[in-house]
């Protein structure tokens, strides 16, 4: 009977792990994709017509769909930022001229993008995500920006946030190591990566009021 049982959990164990880790797997939703995830990559979704985004709780995405199902979707041709696997699936975010979604997806329908290193004047432009902004221009070898970031909006109602928003600012100049940059002022740490067109942002909660942050997926300003 003892050998019978340990057999049983030996075969079991497997499956018990899979489930784990998918419970145990993180944050894949929008606001936390750039602070949440790692291994930023980009990626072109092929062989299916739409490929829906899912959701990080209640179970899924262990669920799969419909279960897990969000409303926004992706169609074969998408180019879209990627983060960490977790069993059979992968974090990605799809950006657009309002933002984005983020979710996970089926893996096997995502087809890495080559994106070589970024030269130093890649790098330069006004960047934005929703009402926050980067401003990042090279000077003498190095990268500068001038940053501005709100909660819970530039200009919320009245209703929102009586007082006005809570604001943000970082002023600082570094120089990148390949796709990667820090830029530090005073407690303010303002971590960039960039991929082709898009700038993943995170910082260290230090740089502003209550709620300010610059983590997003930034795009240049006035690209659709």
Known sequence: MLRRTLFLLATLSPLAASAS???DGGSCRNGAFP???SGFAL????????????GDMDGCPAKGEPACRQRSYVVSGDTVVTG?????????????KVGGSAGWVDRSKLQALPVPAPTLQAWSGDWKDSDNGLRIRV???????EGD???????????????GPNIGAVSAQAVPHGAQVDFVEDTCT??????????????????????????GVYRRAGKR
């Open 139 to 145: 000077r003498d070898g190095q990268l500068h920006v």
């Open 43 to 54: 990626a072109k979704v092929v062989g299916t017509p739409r490929l829906y985004l899912l």
């Open 190 to 215: 303002v971590h960039a990566q960039l991929l082709g067109d898009v700038l993943i942002v995170a910082d260290n909660s230090e740089c502003g009021g209550m709620n300010v942050r610059f983590n």
């Open 84 to 96: 960490r696997d977790l069993g059979g699936y992968r974090c990605a975010f799809f950006p657009n």
């Open 35 to 37: 602070s949440e995830q």
């Open 149 to 163: 970031a709100y909660w819970p909006s530039a200009n919320p109602t009245p209703a929102e946030r009586p007082g």
């Open 21 to 23: 880790e998918l419970t």
